[in-house]
């Protein structure tokens, strides 16, 4: 074979071609060894496999010499020493402390804007009772609301703490399924700090306090020790603000609740809760009963009669009558919102807790001049004609107001009833009555902010022109919304400028308007402006004010407009100190929320609904205003179940509000039809009395608003309209003594209208016309010079 056959052949990866020997056997050839099949390639590719192979033993050998069980064991067993001898360390370095200071609870003191000090919230709501006293069924409710191995446990729940250290160093917060001996702790001998410092240090006093004490000794510690709510320490308090007895004459049911309520006290409180919270109370109720049953505490039988007992109304402290409870109150919230905001407390359970347990001194912006003239002008005008012998409707109206200087926010005045141990709710940051046309400032606020259009092209202005019928059928692109509501007494005005629509709250203007701007930009508005609208619908309804709001809600919103637009969050609190640290409060003062020019056009425009529409007599024509310049706007609710009027001049917002409230029916609303002597209670009648009375009375020397437009009442006065009744209505011109007993429906969608008078006011209020609950118009008729609630 030649070598070109030879490199052939290799190249094939055939065997390479030997010469053969001859037949005779040549002694002298060389045997040649052929390579392995396939050629080179795969010799080398074997070659590397069979090496990777002892690579990889060699490694596996490394390691299971390195990580032998041997060694993980030992490496295992050592960190456990090692655990263990540091708790050691910590066991032997912990001692049981003595009692926390801040279970010595001090007095909180509230002062005025002056230093003067006129509320101090003092000795502690707490009796400690031993635990004898307490009946062995009401001690087992406790048992099986938060720890139902307690008589058997070493009185700390490793996996808990495990968890709540993780989530105390990942950020997560507060987490429960603490033993009772460990909340005993933290209450008595700790503090609320989430921090792992403070859970290790509980985790080692309550294992020495398992040691050293019994556990009925720590059981009557924790439930002298926990905080019930009300400003209730300890059981025995805590029975005798709920169900006015004491810890031994509690039964098994109300001792579940007061164990139900340690989870969310304030939130728990069935007299105050909200559906939410009465929901979440009785479950955990339940839950306790349930438990007590799974540990034998308690028959199946004698659980299945078991009902949640409904605790007594919440009474005031002594020392809280009058006006102060209702400042504290107030205050004592702002501050528990602030804490919870600045971190100082995981939430508001934790803040009120500490409010409660003393120590603070509490300065508010309160002015004490023009507090005492607030609450005399409501009496003057308003409760000191209360005659409930006389007219029982009159033991239902109630009165709140607030007053805020709209260039710091300070909360200068406020009225929250007629005495805090009587009324217990405060009237003046309640918002469960609807503000009704005292909202219409805020749609035109939002049509000049917006440059919105009407549906024909047109800009909104104070001069623009409106159909003002009633019943007019509002429209989008053409379209009916299914919305018409009705203006008072269904009267026709025909075509009104915006100028005299807000003179005479004409609803069939602001509700066509709304749609024009877009409800939701209006409902945007309106919580720029300081109105709470989360969870507010934005449909047409909402124009004629169907939400719920407050005296507070509504001077800041109008504080806003006065400011010329920039935010004005009123504030009750001018400085809160606890020892040495003092809480930091944001400025009341924000940015500019909507243009100079709409807000100012607004106060332009409501200057005209005193001058020129319904608030003439108790406002323009009293007798103290002495030439000043004032703004506002006037309201009444669906069947009169509300009267408003919030006004302001440029130093001074008020805003009143009246209340119709049957307190023997849980604070139903009821109307206020023939209160007082009248037919009607009217956003232009008593509520702007009372305004006008304080607010004349303590502004000094007069002022004018300095308007940033060219548009409205203050500076341009429009023409107004000669209203005409619709052909369907024959209304008596004479007043009636009571509502209308033939009712006229009004649509699904109109929760609430208003008050338009006529002007010179010649006629005698009537009685509306009543419609369905929820779906009608509360509205104001043309004022009597001798009415009485616009005498004097």
């Not at 109105?531 to 919103?557: C, F, N």
């Not at 009267?643 to 109307?671: C, I, Q, R």
């Amino acid at each position: 074979m030649g070598r070109a056959e030879e490199r052939r052949a290799r190249q094939r990866g055939g065997r390479r071609a030997a010469p053969q020997p001859s037949s005779g056997g040549d002694a002298g050839a060389t045997a040649v060894i052929a390579p392995p099949e396939g050629g080179g390639r795969a010799a080398a590719r074997a070659a590397a496999k069979a090496g990777n192979k002892k690579q990889k033993k060699g490694q596996r050998s490394f390691l299971r010499r390195l990580f032998t069980w041997k060694k993980i064991l030992g490496a295992f067993f050592g960190v456990c020493l090692l655990g263990m001898g540091a708790f050691i360390v910590l066991y032997l370095m912990i001692d049981i402390p003595k009692g926390n200071p801040e279970a010595t609870q001090e007095s909180n003191v509230y002062k005025y804007s002056n230093g003067k000090i006129f509320a101090r919230t003092g000795d502690t709501n707490r009796e400690i009772v031993e635990l004898d006293k307490v009946p062995k069924k009401v001690q087992m409710a406790f048992v099986a609301a938060e720890n139902k191995t307690f008589f058997n446990d070493p009185g700390v729940d490793f996996k808990g703490m495990a968890r709540g250290v993780i989530n105390t160093l990942s950020g997560k917060g507060k987490q429960g399924g603490s033993t009772i001996t460990q909340q005993y702790v933290k209450n008595y001998y700790l503090t609320s700090d989430q921090t792992v410092t403070r859970k290790l240090n509980e985790l080692v006093i309550s294992l020495k306090l398992e040691r050293e004490e019994t556990k009925d000794y720590i059981l009557a510690g924790y439930i002298n020790t926990s905080y019930y709510g009300r400003g209730a320490w300890g059981i025995q308090a805590a029975a005798q603000a709920y169900y006015g007895v004491d810890a031994k004459d509690l039964d098994v049911e109300q001792g579940a609740y007061l164990a139900a309520l340690l989870q969310a006290p304030s939130q728990y409180d069935l007299a105050t809760a909200t559906p939410t919270g009465k929901k979440l109370v009785t479950a955990r109720w339940n839950y306790v009963l349930d438990n007590m049953v799974e540990m034998g505490e308690l028959e199946s039988s004698e659980r299945a009669d078991k009902k949640l007992p409904k605790p007594k109304a919440p009474q005031a402290a002594a020392g809280m009558a009058g006006q102060n409870g209702y400042l504290v109150e107030a205050a004592n919230n702002q501050l528990a919102r602030q804490l919870v905001a600045s971190g100082k407390a995981d939430d508001t359970e934790d803040a009120k807790a500490l409010i409660d347990l003393r120590g603070w001194t509490i300065t508010l912006n309160i002015n004490p001049k023009k507090q005492a003239a607030l609450e005399k002008a409501v009496k003057e005008r308003l409760t000191s004609k209360l005659d409930p012998k006389k007219r029982k409707v009159d033991k239902h109206i109630q009165a709140g107001a607030v007053s805020v200087d709209p260039k710091t926010g300070k909360v200068v005045a406020m009225y929250g009833g007629v005495d805090y141990v009587k009324h217990f709710t405060n009237n003046a940051t309640r918002r469960d009555y609807q503000p009704a046309s005292t909202f219409k400032p805020v749609i035109l606020a939002a049509a000049i902010d917006e440059n919105a259009e009407t549906q024909d092209g047109d800009p909104i202005t104070a001069s623009t022109v409106y159909d003002g019928d009633s019943r007019h059928k509002v429209t989008d692109d053409g379209t009916a919304v299914g919305f018409a509501p009705p203006n008072e007494d269904n009267v026709d005005y025909g075509d009104v400028t915006v100028q005299t629509a807000m003179n005479k709250s004409i609803n069939s203007v602001f509700a066509q308007m709304g749609v024009d701007v877009g409800m939701e930009k209006v409902m945007e508005v309106a919580g720029k402006l300081g109105m709470d609208t989360e969870g507010m619908q934005a449909v047409p309804a909402q124009t004629l004010g169907s939400m719920g709001a407050s005296p507070l809600e509504m001077a800041g919103i109008y504080a806003t407009l006065d400011n010329h637009g920039k935010k004005v969050t009123p504030t009750i609190i001018a400085e809160a100190k606890r020892r040495d640290s003092e809480v930091e409060f944001d400025d009341p003062i924000g940015e500019q929320v909507i243009t100079p020019e709409a807000a100012d056009t607004v106060t332009s425009v409501l200057t005209g609904v005193v001058d020129d529409g319904t608030a003439q007599k108790s406002v323009r024509d009293n007798p103290a205003r002495n030439g000043q310049q004032v703004a506002g706007k006037t309201g009444t609710s669906d069947e009169n179940r509300s009267a408003w009027f919030t006004g302001y001049t440029p130093n001074l917002v008020t805003s009143v509000g009246l209340f119709g409230e049957d307190m023997s029916k849980n604070g139903k609303h009821v109307s206020m039809y023939n209160a007082l002597g009248v037919p009607r209670v009217n956003g232009g009648g008593f509520p702007a009395q009372i305004w006008a009375t304080y607010t004349f009375g303590v502004m000094g020397k007069t002022t004018k608003f300095d308007l940033d437009t060219k548009q409205g009442a203050a500076v341009a006065p429009t023409e107004s309209p000669t209203p005409s009744r619709t052909p369907s209505e024959t209304p008596s011109e004479t007043p009636s003594e009571s509502p209308s007993e033939t009712p006229s429906e009004t649509p699904s969608e109109t929760p609430t209208t208003e008050e338009p008078t006529s002007e010179p006011p010649t006629t005698a209020e009537t009685s509306p016309d009543e419609t369905p609950s929820g779906d009608s118009g509360g509205i104001e008729f043309p004022t009597d010079p001798n009415d009485p609630q616009f005498e004097g």
